[in-house]
């Protein structure tokens, strides 16, 4: 049997963690959650009730003590992290150093910005419709700020919002929507990187001959066009030597030579793990 055991006491009643929506029941819980959604935590995290939670249901008063100072005094939220993870010692230096670290550099950026980098993370953890309803949050904040004559980021962070729309959106394969977004954030600061993904986006919704039109017609970009098809037989021959292409081959084999029920059976268990392993990337 695996015992854990926790610092402080294990509570009984759960502390819901802001802007998470995550109930946790022990300090490592809570280091876990911080570490894994470090975009997602800002200073709401730094309040009354999660000090009387680790006094009471954690048992940890000399920590709820020494934190005190940080809420009341404005202390910054990277410091008050630090002290957390710290005390918890569930995770070594390097990497409380690292959180510490990307807390920092959040706190310098605009509100558009630290948005931005919270949505982001969505799309790293492949929950793609969460992240694009959030990014057209984004668009219409920008577009709020910018009809009021406010302050706004660079440029170039209006072409990487849309550009990561378009990253989302091919990973749910809808990739004439994925296009538009590329080549509007292409149009939006010129980026070379966001018209090649434009191209690639094109690329997957067209047949072969559609996209082999579509370049021909293209002025601009034409050294792309080749290049990112040197980059397709490239990514072809590398999936080809991939455990899941092997797999698919040799049943192919199996499904005119071999046993026809073990391929069925195969079958079945395949394509559950393909709709399982989809659903949980789209889900908001």
Known sequence: MRVSVCVGNY??????????????????????????????????????????????????????????????RQGSL????????????????????????????????????????????????KKYIAAVREYDGLLAMWKEQESAGEPLPAVSCLSAILHNKGVALAGMMLYERAAEC??????????????????????????????????????EGYEQTLELERDMERFREEWEQQPEYLLLYHRRESRTGGDRQQYQEESGRLIRNMKDSYRSSVSG
Not at 21 to 34: G, T
Not at 96 to 113: D, K
Not at 182 to 202: I, K, M
Request: glycine letters at 6%; one cysteine or more; hydrophobic letters at 40%.
């Open 78 to 125: 990277s410091g008050f992290v630090r002290m957390l993870m710290e005390y918890t010692g569930l995770y070594e230096k390097s990497v409380i150093r690292q959180v510490e670290q990307m807390l920092r550099q959040g706190a310098g950026l605009s509100r558009i910005e630290r948005k931005k980098g919270q949505v982001d993370y969505l799309v790293n953890k």
């Open 182 to 219: 590329f080549l509007a954030a292409y149009r939006a600061d010129g980026s070379a990187d966001c018209f090649r993904d434009y191209l690639a986006a094109r690329r997957m919704m067209l047949s072969e001959s559609e996209y082999v039109a579509f370049a021909s017609e293209q002025s």
């Open 11 to 72: 509570a009984k009643t759960p502390y819901c963690v802001p802007g998470l929506e995550m109930n946790v029941y022990c300090m490592e819980e809570l280091c876990y959650c911080m570490k894994e959604n470090v975009f997602l935590l800002d200073v709401s995290l730094m309040n009354d009730r999660l000090l009387h939670w680790i006094e009471q249901e954690c048992g940890l008063k000399e920590l709820a003590k020494e934190l005190h100072p940080l809420v009341h």
